[in-house]
């Protein structure tokens, strides 16, 4: 009997989205209220801090899916490059980002929607959201993608009627008073440091461009595509993430109108186009959730799914491909329980759980291209390869670091004690180390 695979039917342009709505375009009214007193009134800096430490990360990530183009990103390319218990290691850390990422999507929505309907209980909004997620995901992975497709069109629509709003309030003397300013990006009194804290802050929006990397056996030649994809999806979201908080910043220079600056998006929306306004740009906070729901929702199954197939978890239940529709079924209904929880978390809660887990995996992504290309292949011995290969991805692993150092004392010590459950179970899985851990069998793809 035949195996059932994934299926190899995703284009660029539909990875390319899919990376945006993990990202949420609309995230970034979310947090400008914090980041703008962090900052000092430039947000749009800081964003282009966080997008430069992430170009970098992003062409490692790029570079390595051309040797491993399988779904199970820094977990597949640490397990094959560097040592297959850290391979599981980073795996699982990895997995505590992806996992509780559709729950914090989850936690948003019942903000937004409680806020708009106080009456109705909040969980009730977890679970028709999650309901809504789970089933969309269940079907084809085309599927996800064309309804991720309308909705992370229609958060641009939302963010460009926003700029032109703006645009219109700037020529009538609101904020700056001028459509053109150095001042959001620039000012004598700015300090290096505040920016640096308010980039680490910014740089999980970036989650995106590493989550379309476990697309890549649902992917058309996915040694080109994918990293094409990984870059265009940091490119294109940073580009969105800078151009709307520089004319949110124009019109608001500083975060004295707002009565609550950790939840800035009402105020903003209704200062810049009146309460009709505000209603359709809530609806587009909430459609992002939506878009980021599905893509992480999607994700995180392939993760799994990959971990399940190398029997790191338990094959017959996580390494399961439906055979109608070719997707991991009981992973995403797996996933979707879990998301569940959020109906028990807040947000601060909640995005303190997935800082470790996405650190762990941009650092390991960054120094598995050193091992291969460096250590491995010695294809550092010119100097287009000693920039390629050496120079940035040390520049990426250094920014990196400085996220790390950046990093609450609370994920930290969540990240840590969910590693020691990790570790446990890889000292059950190899009989106390005296075996390797179970690996899918892949032949690399050979350098050209």
């Known amino acids: ?78 397990q094959k490059t560097i040592n297959s218990n850290l391979g599981f290691l980073v795996g699982w850390s990895s997995l505590l980002d992806y996992l ?17 309907f106080p009456s109705i209980p ?37 963010i460009i009627i926003f700029v032109i709003l703006v645009i219109t309030g700037l020529a009538h003397g609101e904020g700056t008073g001028r459509i053109l300013s150095i001042q959001p990006f620039f000012q004598a009194d700015m300090q290096l440091s505040s920016l640096i804290s308010g980039a680490t802050i910014l740089c999980f929006s ?21 990293p094409r994809a990984i870059f265009l999806t940091a490119f294109v979201g940073g580009v969105l993430f800078v151009g709307a908080s520089y004319f949110t910043q124009s019109f608001f220079p500083d975060i004295s109108r707002f009565s609550d600056p950790e939840a800035t998006s ?71 329980a879990i998301s569940l929880s959020a109906m028990f978390f807040d947000l601060l809660t909640a995005t303190s759980l997935i800082s470790f887990g996405a650190l762990i995996a941009f650092t390991f992504v960054n120094v598995c291209v050193v091992v291969h290309y460096v250590i491995r ?25 400085v996220l790390w150092v950046n990093l609450s004392i609370d994920s930290l010590i969540f990240g840590l004690v969910w590693a020691g459950i ?14 390797k851990p179970p690996q899918f069998q892949f032949e690399e793809v050979k350098e050209l």
């Open 1 to 78: 009997m035949k195996q059932v695979e994934l299926k190899r039917s995703l284009k660029l342009s539909s990875i390319v989205l899919l990376g945006i709505g993990y990202m949420g375009p609309m995230a970034v009214f979310d947090t400008f209220g914090i980041v703008s007193a962090q900052t000092r009134g430039h947000v749009p800096t800081a964003y282009v801090f966080a997008l430069i430490a992430m170009l970098f990360t992003a062409i490692s990530y790029g570079k390595m899916v051309k040797v491993y183009p399988v779904a199970g990103s820094a977990y597949t390319y640490t």
């Open 100 to 116: 509780f990422l559709p729950m914090i999507t989850a936690v948003l929505t019942k903000i937004y929607l409680s806020a708009l």
């Open 122 to 158: 909040s969980w009730l909004f977890v679970v028709g959201f999650i309901g809504v997620v789970t089933v969309i995901n269940l079907f084809s992975v085309n599927v996800t993608a064309n309804f991720n497709n309308l909705l992370v069109i229609f958060q641009i629509l939302v």
């Open 422 to 435: 990790g570790l446990v179970y890889l000292t059950y899985l190899t009989k106390l180390f005296t075996s």
């Open 266 to 336: 009402p105020e903003i929306a209704l200062y810049v186009g009146g309460k009709l306004f505000q209603a359709f740009f809530l609806a587009g906070t909430v459609i992002g959730t939506l878009a980021s729901g599905l893509s992480s929702h999607a994700s995180v199954s392939r993760l799994l799914y990959v971990m399940g197939r190398d029997n790191v978890l338990p094959k017959r239940f996580f390494g399961y491909i439906h055979p109608r529709w070719n997707t991991p079924f009981l992973n995403v209904l797996f996933v979707g």
């Open 377 to 401: 292949k010695k294809q550092h011995k010119t100097i287009q390869g000693f920039v390629n290969y050496l120079l940035l991805p040390i520049i990426g692993a250094g920014g990196v670091i």
């Open 206 to 226: 970036f989650l995106g461009f590493d989550a379309v990397t476990t697309l890549a056996e649902e992917t058309a030649n996915p040694t080109v595509t994918i």
